[in-house]
């Protein structure tokens, strides 16, 4: 075992993971551990999907759920992996569609043209 998590925070497991696993190293040699402790519900969808994505998008410049937004302006770059069915890979974790994402409208930012063609609006 890497380390006891009976002895850290919740939140500082999850500070401790986002930033290390965008290392691949760490991941992919973490990546049952980081798994697990998602199914047992010690860090939520929205946490899973962010660990995720730093891994991805610091190895491979793109993301899988598309939780990270660069932002420039009033505009933000969101590169994932398979955008035509983005909303189903988020979907199949309990993410909802990407235009719902809080970092476009939290801070009124325009939806970059793919996440329009790619995704479903569902709020009520």
């Known amino acids: 075992i890497l380390f006891n998590f009976s002895e850290i925070t919740f939140s500082r497991l999850n ?14 040699s973490n990546q049952k551990i980081i798994n697990r402790i998602f ?7 929205y946490e899973y999907a962010s660990i995720t ?6 190895n491979f410049s793109y993301q899988k759920y598309g939780t990270i937004c660069d932002f420039n302006r009033d505009t933000c770059t969101v590169i994932v992996e398979q955008p035509q069915i983005i909303d189903s890979i988020r979907k199949e974790i309990g993410l ?5 994402e809080f970092y476009f409208k939290k ?9 329009k063609q790619n995704s479903y609006n569902d709020d009520k």
């Open 53 to 58: 994505d730093q891994y991805y998008k610091f």
């Open 15 to 28: 500070l401790l993971l986002i930033h290390q696993c965008r290392q691949a190293y760490f991941y992919k």
């Open 107 to 115: 801070f009124n930012l325009i939806v970059p043209i793919w996440v």
């Open 96 to 100: 909802p569609p990407i235009i719902n």
């Open 39 to 45: 199914t047992l519900g010690l860090i939520d969808n």
